[in-house]
């Protein structure tokens, strides 16, 4: 079940994994990505509302597809000095969102991918969403590579020092 835990972990994962080649993600554009994956979960606070006797699902639920979370990622990324930078960083993050969600099985139908331009909903229907097989996956490769990670990062600090 992608929740937010399996969100955190994968967005974390391929940052630490594309450092090994690319020095842009560092830890502060990893906090980007990993700020990015959560972007579509804002519409989680429908929830909130609901609580205090409000239904305002309907109003939130824009969040939670590709096109109203991009409008999320700009807003948020004018509040950065490298605002073209922040985009990348958190749209990447909303990317490795959207990817997870679309393995889902959806009770609901899927996900609007190309809403406003196409209506059909889009499933891959590879793990139900009550399945935690996901999230422990994910945790356990997170934690294979950050083991590899620290190995790496420990020869590169030997090799720079000799």
Not at 116 to 123: A, I, K, L, S, V
Request: proline share 3%; hydrophobic share 50%; glycine share 6%.
């Amino acid at each position: 079940m992608p929740d937010w835990v399996t969100h955190i972990a994968v967005a974390w994962t391929l940052c630490r994994i594309l450092r090994f080649k690319f020095d842009e993600f560092n830890n502060a554009n990893t906090m980007l990505v990993i700020a990015g994956a959560l972007i579509p979960d804002i519409a989680k606070i429908a929830l909130v509302f609901k609580f205090i006797g409000i239904d305002a699902s309907d109003y939130f639920a824009i969040l939670h597809i590709p096109s109203g979370s991009i409008i999320v990622t700009g807003i948020i990324s004018l509040f950065f000095p490298e605002k073209k930078k922040a985009f990348l960083f958190l749209g990447f993050g909303v990317l490795t969102h959207y990817c997870l969600d679309l393995i889902l099985e959806h009770v609901s139908g899927g996900i609007y991918l190309f809403y406003p331009f196409n209506w059909f909903q889009w499933q891959l229907e590879v793990t139900n969403s009550s399945d935690y097989l996901i999230t422990l996956l994910a945790l356990c490769i997170a934690g294979l590579v950050y083991l590899i990670g620290k190995e790496v990062d420990r020869n590169r600090a030997l090799n720079n020092t000799q």
